[in-house]
């Protein structure tokens, strides 16, 4: 999968998702410091799936109408360790290799995951 790192997401999961085999780009190494919009035309135009701790890109996505079309993925953690969102997010996908991401939030509010389209 194709992924765009947020700049909240830390360095260290981005590096377990790479090593997985997933096509990761970290938005501070490409574009630091980004307004939230720009990171979601980016995602975009490059075909990829938002990872983030950040809220105020499902706001913009869901109340401002500017969606991610592959989808944005928000963790919301508040104790964990450097890899754990990579780690979440790979044993999802392995337990749910049918899932759609694309025109969603998937929002990941341990011990859940849910899901809410776009509209």
């Known amino acids: 999968m194709k992924f765009l790192a947020d700049e909240n997401f830390p360095i260290p999961s981005v590096t377990v ?3 997985a085999g997933h096509d990761v780009q970290h938005i501070g190494e490409i ?3 980004s307004a939230d919009e720009d990171v979601v035309s980016f995602a975009n135009e490059s075909g990829r799936t938002i990872l983030t701790f950040d809220s105020d890109l499902g706001t913009l996505a869901i109340a401002r109408n500017q969606p991610a079309h592959g989808g944005i993925i928000y963790f919301r953690l508040f104790s964990y360790k450097l890899d754990t969102p990579a780690r979440m997010l790979l044993d999802y ?3 749910n290799p049918e899932v759609d991401l694309s025109e969603r939030i998937t929002v990941f509010d341990p011990p859940r995951v849910r ?3 776009f509209e």
């Open 17 to 19: 998702l790479h090593d």
């Open 31 to 33: 574009a630091g410091g």
């Open 93 to 95: 996908l392995a337990a």
């Open 115 to 117: 899901q809410r389209k």
